[in-house]
């Protein structure tokens, strides 16, 4: 049997029309910054977090691949903050011109200021609403949703249950200062209140010790013991510090959202609606583990690169790069409907999962929101509110 | 509001039924089998039928019914009359889709997981062939000739054109996002693929796999990415094509001649499978949101009724008795 299997795909490979023998490569490069443990020891990082996901990318396309006459390679590169611009120079210099790069926004831009003219570059991390708007960049494509997508996700899913009034608890980071605006602007934009405020500051130290939840159940409480009334607490903790040991922990029941509780995602590994139960098994088969939220962005950007390529036949990042922002560029992504990108900042349209641990509970956009070019365009900066110029045809 | 319902219900008085016959309805979540009269529209029974059952199919002779168990890895094999499970055949992991020649047999299994298409001998319960194709194999069409099966693959948004006695794949045509569902007239002329994601129905040519035309749907006040095509029917005369338009709540009718959609009929909630009564004179939806069926007037063009099933059903298949 096995043989035979075999045989047809020896049959099915000569099919192929290699009229010219097309090869893709691209680079993931992924930036790995000093960070603490996770506060919880189940979102300790996999060595080949996101790369994974590229590899499964990069099968899927090859799949295709067979068929159109086109062979897909793609690199793993890891860089530390230091040596991320070198290695992107190094990569260029051997000719590579895709680029998914998972990288905070300060090496995201040196490595956009660097690139070629006809080197293209996919975000796969850095949510800064900014990049989006008045610090775009023409040759980044962001796969990665905007930290005002997420909270919008977050935001419409609370005014569909009629939970308007917030309690806002940000941490002391930039990030978590800068998602904290992002959950202000959410209100502003669909008529929530922050009724009350405060910031959990970093004082440093492990996240994680012998019988910490001690403290943990004593401290919170009264953290929390005098917020204004409220239907939700929005914990606005990017960097990991305090939001995962919220929930149950308040002076009063509150349901906690944002970094913990409730979580806007743009993945999670218990997904199964839209056949995402047979991506889940083709990704947990090949790596053993589930898959995380930058195993997604990875294979979304390759998947990106694969469908522009299968559609125009043409590995040009130019007109790679023009295709996808096209009306014609379209991708099934197991989200339920098609992902597109704004044409005039580049993001990638997509729903938001909401999730709690163990199972998706929503997705964003909720019914009921209305827009006039695409309900996506609901979530993050709409064409009116980016800054953005660099995309201007 | 009221008077429409009125109006429907008179018509369902109104029009008689077809002849004597079952239909069948496979209850994804439910893991059963609702059983449908054909002539009274009453529920019969409803059976188990392993683990999440979703595609479903009778043999020629109307005796047995083929039910893809996708959570179990196999096909079920039941007997349409007492709904007794004869046999399993085997299927490949994860079976989702299939279609049976013409002959009755063998049976065209796609497998989602494993990008596999397993032809399975109905008759000697044994697999005949596995062929590779694209990522995510689940539309399965057969040419009504019999000499090439279709296989859609959703990752790879191809229609891959089999060859059924070389298992070869001879023709790959590019359509649009996910793929799920294959559909030739009867006179083997034109082949349909719905796209869920990409919203259309490509009309392809099979002598060669040329798109000729491209089917995409629009309802006012319904969210354009709410109308996903997945099932398609044609009639045999190839006049009417019925697509299923999952969550918009829309079963789209089709001119066979000018592929251009003629009327939206409103039915249950996430209409995702169809399927004809032997005379082509009632078409029945699948609608997995609403656990119901809705049941149209293939020549009158209404939906005349819905009946309630099991949980999430997901295929559906008329036997005659």
Known sequence: MFRLALLVLAGLLTLAKPSQAQEVKAVVLRVDYPALLPVSRLDLRPDDLGFAGAQLATEDNQTTGQFMGQTYVTESVVATPETALAEFERLQGEGLRFFAVQARAEELLAISEAAAPDTLIFNTLAPDTALRSAECRGNILHIAPSRQMQSDAVAQFLIWKKW?????????????????????????????????????????????????????????????????????????????????????????????????????????????????????????????????????????????????????????????????????????????????????????????????????????????????????????????????????? | MNRVALASALLALMTSPALAGKVFVSNERGNTITVVDSETWEVITEFPAGNRPRGITASPDGKHLYVCASDDNVVRVFDTATYQELHTLPSGPDPELFVLHPSGNPLYIANEDDNLVTVTDVNTHTILAEVPVGVEPEGMGISPDGKYVVNTSETTNMAHFIDTTSYEIVQNTLVDQRPRFAQYTADGKHLFVSAEIGGTVSVINPDGGAIEHKITFEVPGIAPELLQPVGVRVTSDGKKVFVALGPSNRVALVNGETFEVEKYLLVGQRVWQLAFDAEEKYLYTTNGNSNDISIIDVAAEEVVKSVQVGQQPWGVVVVPD
């Open chain 1, 164 to 393: 308007p009034r917030w309690a806002l608890i940000h941490g002391s980071h930039p990030e978590d200062i800068a998602l904290a605006e992002a959950y202000r602007a959410s209100a502003a934009k669909f008529g929530a209140k922050i009724v009350d405020e405060r910031e959990f500051t970093d004082t440093g130290g492990a996240r994680r010790t012998d019988t910490g939840h001690v403290q943990v159940q004593r401290q919170l409480p009264v953290f929390t013991q005098d917020l204004k009334e409220h239907d939700v607490i929005i914990a606005a903790d990017e960097t990991d510090v305090f939001a995962t040991y919220l929930p149950f922990h308040t002076w009063r029941p509150s349901p906690i959202v944002g970094s913990a509780g409730l979580r806007p995602l743009e993945w999670h590994p218990a997904l199964e609606a839209w056949g995402g139960t047979q991506f889940q098994n083709r990704f947990e088969e090949l790596t053993g583990r589930y898959m995380r939220p930058e195993d997604y962005t990875a294979w979304l950007a390759l998947r990106v690169l694969g469908e522009a390529v299968t559609r125009t036949k043409s590995a040009d990042p130019a007109e790679i790069r023009a295709y996808a922002l096209s009306d014609k560029f379209e991708l099934a992504a197991f989200k339920g409907q098609k992902l597109t990108f704004r044409a005039w900042n580049g993001q990638m349209r997509q729903p938001i999962l909401l999730a709690d641990g163990r199972i998706m509970l929503s997705v964003s956009p909720q019914e009921g929101f209305l827009h006039q070019r695409s309900l996506l365009d609901t979530l993050g900066l709409d064409q009116p509110e980016s800054a953005c110029i660099a995309f201007a045809q």
